[in-house]
């Protein structure tokens, strides 16, 4: 069994900063894709940024220039610095590790007030 357990969100002003962190337990195949996800309200999950254990990395358009995604592999934990925030950025946002099968973490509310 694998668990992701999220941290970092909060509320913040527009254009400031949050630093989101997820750390991965349990039985993870090295080869691996983490990435993170948000869901605003009345809105589908979308994709914000992966990166694989490679550090191949993939960024939503909306957030390109402005995030960054980043990993430990020893760690088995993904970190996301979020920067220069919108208010449109405010969600639920989820951590996601993918081998084959793809496990999510509980999500962290990310609130950017404008």
């Known amino acids: 069994q694998v668990q992701l357990v999220e941290s970092g969100g909060g509320l913040v002003q527009a254009g400031g900063s949050l630093r989101l962190s997820c750390a991965a337990s349990?039985?993870?195949?090295?080869?691996?894709?983490m990435g993170w996800y948000r869901q605003a309200p009345g809105k589908e999950r979308e994709l914000v940024a992966v990166?694989?254990?490679?550090?191949?990395?993939n960024y939503a358009d909306s957030v390109k220039g402005r995030f960054t995604i980043s990993r430990d592999n020893a760690k088995n934990t993904v970190y996301l610095q979020m920067n220069s925030l919108k208010s449109e950025d405010t969600a639920v946002y989820y951590c996601?590790?993918?081998?084959?099968?793809?496990?999510w973490g509980q999500g962290t509310q990310v609130t950017v007030s404008s």
């Open positions: 996601n590790v993918r081998f084959g099968i793809m496990y």
């Open positions: 349990g039985s993870i195949f090295r080869v691996n894709v």
């Open positions: 990166i694989s254990s490679g550090g191949i990395t």
